[in-house]
């Protein structure tokens, strides 16, 4: 069955490092996400992609944060200069199509620790 | 904003229980999803509903979408320790990407 594939699982940085969390999105698919979700607080909308630009952001993602689909197959979401409030798990998601029942498919997450 | 409110928050039950959790929003839903997420894993979809009053079934779980479309709420019975988890609901089409707007979600654990 086809998934959504997000690597490191887990990351482990230093406060005003630079991470890079990787995603493979399911091959035909065409519209992605990354969410985030910090320990205890519910899954928040970060920002959407599709045909190679940032179709929505949400308030959180503002100007360290940057997404990009580098080749066929990878989406990145890379956070210049980490803060420890950036630590919780990263989650991409990817979807076929833009309808309502389209059902959108998650990976199983990174979660980044800030330290 | 929309508000997702979702109770009861923690939900303990021992195994063959009857429980139902629930979701509110503040505004009326474009579509409604419940999820749930297991630890360390992503969340999976369980059920979209669209049409107010709308009621599905899936297996030993009924999903029951409000007249007004703006509550809904999940009926296990016989609940399984492999129901434990994570179930979230969320608007699914909250702009124009289609981006989730999640509940804060009910832990539920069940044990043997």
């Known amino acids: 069955e086809p998934e959504v594939t997000q690597t490191p699982s887990h990351q482990v940085t230093q406060m005003g490092q630079e991470v890079i969390l990787r995603c493979v999105p399911i091959?035909?698919?065409?519209?992605f996400y990354w969410y985030r979700q910090i320990l205890g607080q519910k899954v928040e909308f970060l920002v959407s992609?599709?045909?190679?630009?940032?179709?929505?952001k949400s308030e959180i993602f503002d100007d360290q944060f940057s997404v990009e689909r580098p080749d066929g197959s990878n989406f990145t979401l890379k956070i210049r200069s980490t803060k420890l409030e950036d630590s919780a798990m990263y989650f991409c998601?990817?979807?076929?199509?833009?309808?309502?029942?389209?059902?959108?498919?998650f990976g199983q997450g990174t979660r980044l620790t800030v330290v | 904003t929309q508000l997702l409110e979702q109770s009861p928050q923690f939900l303990s039950i021992q195994e063959g229980e009857n429980l139902t959790v629930y979701c509110n929003s503040s505004?009326?839903?474009?579509?409604l999803q419940w999820y749930r997420q297991e630890p360390g894993e992503g969340p999976v979809l369980l059920v979209t509903?669209?049409?107010?009053?709308e009621v599905k079934k899936l297996k030993r779980l009924t999903f029951q979408f409000g007249d007004a479309r703006k509550d809904s709420s999940l009926h296990i019975t016989a609940a399984q320790p492999g129901d434990t988890g994570l179930y979230l609901c969320?608007?699914?089409?909250?702009?124009?990407?289609?981006?989730?707007?999640f509940g804060k979600g009910t832990s539920l654990l069940v044990t043997p």
């Open positions: 998601a990817s979807r076929g199509q833009l309808v309502l029942l389209a059902e959108a498919f």
């Open positions: 091959s035909n698919h065409l519209y």
């Open positions: 992609f599709y045909n190679n630009e940032i179709s929505e």
């Open positions: 505004s009326v839903f474009s579509s």
């Open positions: 509903v669209v049409t107010g009053g």
């Open positions: 969320a608007d699914g089409h909250s702009n124009s990407g289609y981006a989730l707007n």
